[in-house]
């Protein structure tokens, strides 16, 4: 009877077991599939660990969307280990503020497959204070892309390399009609580079691929024949043999013709539930305007009847909500893009 008892209760241990097993795995798995979206906090920043730092409060964690505001420094100021802590899904850090590096051992660790992009017009990542490479340094995977020696990353820098090998520049011109777009890198890169282009910086076609050479230092150019007259951003993988994908960068060009419209958004980011933007051409037209979400809800149209020269207009969506939105303008033969933040 007693070994019954105890057969019985073994089971019930090891039915336990897998039930705490499966638990773990599901959490983790949501973990993963609910990756947040983080904003500094709008209000100067703080340091990177601090709840108060971000909204909603923080600090972020693997899988994130992270943005720093324009006008806001987010510090770190220890090791702050994401890619050894939680070895999770990619984090992208989007700078429009400063991310700055104080005090001894202040180092910031991404998985592997992270990018950082750097805009304008006040992005900035920088290094105060002692500048000893092994005190103060940005790792993306098992590389180290950036460390206080080097000069401080403004607008159009960015990083996104976990790879052993190390990207030297990805850049683009504009030439006749056509951009070029070429890329320098060092070490053995034997997969596939692949060139994508956005208009938003959200939703990516291809515009090439081409095979690595396998060389220690190889300059690769891929043609972009079929631009738009817009500002486009192009980003490069790279698709490793065992089938690893990883973001090396994204770049901005800005394809403008004279006596096409343009415009740009007065501040940006910017507060409350209005939105001002400044509207330049040189001819006029009527201009329907949009306000959209990154899922493309709408929550803002309107006609604008644009004149020579510049125009202020202020668009008021019927916004429930804060944070990342695209505004985008239409006419008959041109589509401009640009996003915007919006807090409290």
């Given at each position: 009877?007693?070994?019954?008892?105890?057969?019985?209760?073994?089971?019930?241990?090891?039915?336990?077991?897998?039930?705490?097993?499966?638990?773990?795995?599901?959490?983790?798995?949501?973990?993963?599939?609910?990756?947040?979206?983080?904003?500094?906090?709008?209000?100067?920043?703080?340091?990177?660990?601090?709840?108060?730092?971000?909204?909603p409060a923080g600090p972020p964690t693997c899988g994130d969307t992270i943005y720093i505001q324009d006008g806001d420094i987010v510090?770190?100021?220890?090791?702050?280990?994401?890619?050894?802590?939680?070895?999770g899904p990619p984090m992208f850090l989007e700078i429009y503020g400063t991310l700055q590096f104080d005090g001894g051992g202040s180092?910031?660790?991404?998985?592997?497959?992270?990018?950082?992009?750097?805009?304008?017009?006040?992005?900035?990542?920088?290094?105060?204070?002692?500048?000893?490479?092994?005190?103060?340094?940005?790792?993306?995977?098992?590389?180290?892309?950036?460390?206080?020696?080097?000069?401080?990353?403004?607008?159009?820098?960015?990083?996104?390399?976990?790879?052993?090998?190390?990207?030297?520049?990805?850049?683009?011109?504009?030439?006749?009609?056509?951009?070029?777009?070429?890329?320098?890198?060092?070490?053995?890169?034997?997969?596939?580079?692949?060139?994508?282009?956005?208009?938003?910086?959200?939703?990516?076609?291809?515009?090439?691929?081409?095979?690595?050479?396998?060389?220690?230092?190889?300059?690769?150019?891929?043609?972009?024949?079929?631009?738009?007259?817009?500002?486009?951003?192009?980003?490069?993988?790279?698709?490793?043999?065992?089938?690893?994908?990883?973001?090396?960068?994204?770049?901005?060009?800005?394809?403008?013709?004279?006596?096409?419209?343009?415009?740009?958004?007065?501040?940006?980011?910017?507060?409350?539930?209005?939105?001002?933007?400044?509207?330049?051409?040189?001819?006029?037209?009527?201009?329907?305007?949009?306000?959209?979400?990154?899922?493309?809800?709408?929550?803002?149209?309107?006609?604008?009847?644009?004149?020579?020269?510049?125009?202020?207009?202020?668009?008021?969506?019927?916004?429930?909500?804060?944070?990342?939105?695209?505004?985008?303008?239409?006419?008959?033969?041109?589509?401009?893009?640009?996003?915007?933040?919006?807090?409290?």
């Amino acid at each position: 009877m007693l070994g019954k008892i105890f057969l019985k209760d073994s089971l019930f241990q090891i039915q336990k077991t897998k039930f705490i097993i499966v638990l773990i795995i599901f959490a983790v798995s949501l973990s993963n599939m609910y990756a947040g979206v983080y904003y500094s906090n709008g209000a100067g920043g703080g340091d990177w660990m601090t709840p108060g730092t971000w909204s909603p409060a923080g600090p972020p964690t693997c899988g994130d969307t992270i943005y720093i505001q324009d006008g806001d420094i987010v510090q770190v100021t220890s090791i702050i280990d994401y890619n050894n802590d939680c070895g999770g899904p990619p984090m992208f850090l989007e700078i429009y503020g400063t991310l700055q590096f104080d005090g001894g051992g202040s180092k910031l660790r991404l998985p592997g497959g992270s990018g950082i992009m750097v805009y304008a017009p006040n992005g900035l990542i920088e290094a105060i204070g002692s500048r000893s490479s092994n005190s103060k340094n940005i790792q993306i995977g098992a590389t180290v892309v950036w460390d206080a020696n080097d000069l401080p990353v403004g607008p159009g820098g960015g990083f996104g390399s976990p790879l052993g090998n190390e990207l030297i520049y990805f850049k683009g011109e504009i030439i006749n009609d056509f951009v070029e777009l070429r890329w320098l890198v060092e070490g053995s890169f034997e997969g596939v580079f692949e060139v994508e282009k956005s208009y938003d910086n959200n939703s990516w076609v291809s515009v090439g691929t081409i095979d690595g050479l396998g060389m220690n230092a190889s300059e690769y150019f891929i043609e972009d024949e079929k631009p738009k007259l817009n500002q486009t951003f192009y980003r490069l993988t790279y698709h490793a043999l065992d089938g690893e994908i990883s973001n090396l960068g994204v770049i901005v060009i800005n394809n403008k013709v004279e006596g096409q419209l343009s415009f740009r958004i007065i501040p940006n980011p910017t507060e409350g539930k209005e939105i001002q933007i400044v509207v330049s051409s040189n001819h006029s037209e009527a201009v329907h305007a949009y306000v959209i979400d990154a899922f493309g809800h709408i929550f803002y149209t309107g006609e604008l009847i644009v004149l020579e020269g510049d125009q202020i207009f202020t668009l008021r969506p019927n916004l429930d909500a804060f944070g990342l939105f695209y505004v985008n303008l239409r006419s008959s033969s041109i589509s401009l893009t640009d996003k915007v933040i919006i807090h409290k």
